[in-house]
């Protein structure tokens, strides 16, 4: 990579941050007892089993939401990136882009309603009660907790006041009168944007980040994970362990099987067929009903 793509990358990455934590609803809750402590939790395969984006797609494809070519071409990025193993940033946020495409021409208030009830129908049931009783132990303790995802920020908001959260830090999305344009501010929230983002949290509520807790399954978060006081790793990838492991960090695994690195590889690409198959019949079958 070339030092101007470097600069701009990381442009991207700052850009991507500061309107994550700009677009949060800072209201200060009765409960918190430390302000200048919080508690930071990643989303997929950290407090939720799977991809909330790809449970997202799961819903709106059977409310017909899109057609079987857009699905096909979602779900074949996927199984691309998936197959390809790769760690490469650029690369998850390409297929971050390519689902968060989906909402391009769609109100906010739309997706909004369908993202709430479609966390009520499938989302809900895959969360991991140990990692959520983490983040109830930092409520406990009158701290703020935030969900740090990839995810959309409008989907993530709502996990977070589902779960009883403080609230949520997503990647944002261009919007002009209400719709969606398509279009991300800056870059996906992954690895150093959810830092960026987390510590441009810190400066707007008064966070000291030497009093903050982060948690991630992910080695692609280290950037965030070391920004923190008290890192943690939940259900850690191979990276992310063994990492962990040398800093002295804990490490938790809520998983009731664990999976060789090559084993993980080809569950993946058999999960990412059967969305690209199961969301394509769900919308054709849909289709076929309706005319």
Known sequence: MTPARQRDLLDRYRVAGEASAAAVDIAEPD??????????????????????????????????????PEVADFAWKQVKF?????????????????????VQGHRVSEIVELGTEIF?????????????????????????????????????TIMAKRLGLT???????????????????GHPLHGPAKAEAVRALAARTGLDLANCSAYSDSFNDLPMLGLVGHPC?????????????????????????????RGGVAAGVVAAGALATGVGIGVAVARKKAS
């Open 31 to 68: 409960t918190v007892a430390d302000p200048t402590a919080a508690a930071f939790f990643d989303v997929d395969n950290t407090i939720m089993r799977g991809a909330s984006i790809f449970h997202l797609a799961r819903g709106l494809a059977r409310r017909r939401f899109f057609t079987v």
């Open 82 to 102: 998936v197959t390809s193993g790769s760690e490469d940033m650029e690369d998850m946020a390409s297929a971050t882009e390519a689902a968060l495409g989906f």
């Open 120 to 156: 009520d129908e499938i989302m809900v049931d895959k969360m991991w009660p140990g990692t959520l009783a983490l983040a109830q132990r930092h409520l406990d303790e009158g701290q703020r907790v935030w969900l740090v995802t990839a995810a959309p920020v409008e989907l993530a």
């Open 167 to 185: 609230g949520a830090l997503g990647t944002v999305s261009e919007i002009i009168d209400g719709t969606y344009t398509g279009r991300l501010v």
């Open 233 to 261: 790793a939940i259900n850690p990838d191979h990276a992310l362990r063994s990492y962990a492991r040398d800093q002295g960090w804990p490490i938790r695994d809520y998983r009731r099987q664990r999976m060789a690195k």
